[in-house]
């Protein structure tokens, strides 16, 4: 049974940058797509970014498009969300989440409900 660890949140300034790490144990990642979610308070859990098995392919939500990118590194069996240009309306609870249901599937899913192990969730809050 996979699982997975946050680390990196925090608290950020506007306009500066924070870095999220999600590391794996207890089985590989290496043939499965991954993506970052995050939940504020009140609102639903909605996907950030994605990549696919392979990182041939990525998404990116629209509201951080060209501000933060996912990238995986499989030796190491974890996943990065590199946040930059922070924003107040990036303060939420983040999760890394594996969609195993589907490996070495070629397209990156939207719903949090296509995933099936999840990390515990780190906080960013961006304030100054």
């Known amino acids: 049974q996979v699982q997975l660890v946050e680390s990196g949140g925090g608290l950020g300034q506007p306009g500066g940058s924070l870095r999220l790490s999600c590391a794996a144990s207890g089985g590989t990642l290496r043939v499965y797509n991954l993506a970052w979610f995050r939940q504020a308070p009140g609102k639903e859990r909605e996907i950030v970014a994605g990549?696919?098995?392979?990182?041939?392919?990525?998404y990116s939500a629209e509201s951080v498009k060209g501000r933060f990118t996912i990238s995986r590194d499989n030796a190491k069996n974890a996943i990065v969300l590199q946040m930059n240009s922070l924003k107040p309306e990036d303060t939420a609870v983040y999760y890394c989440?594996?969609?195993?249901?589907?490996?070495?599937?070629?397209?990156?899913?939207?719903?949090?409900?296509?995933?099936?192990?999840w990390g515990q969730g780190t906080q960013v809050t961006v304030s100054a």
């Open positions: 989440a594996v969609d195993r249901t589907r490996p070495m599937f070629s397209s990156i899913r939207k719903s949090a409900h296509d995933y099936d192990a």
């Open positions: 990549i696919t098995w392979n990182a041939r392919s990525t």
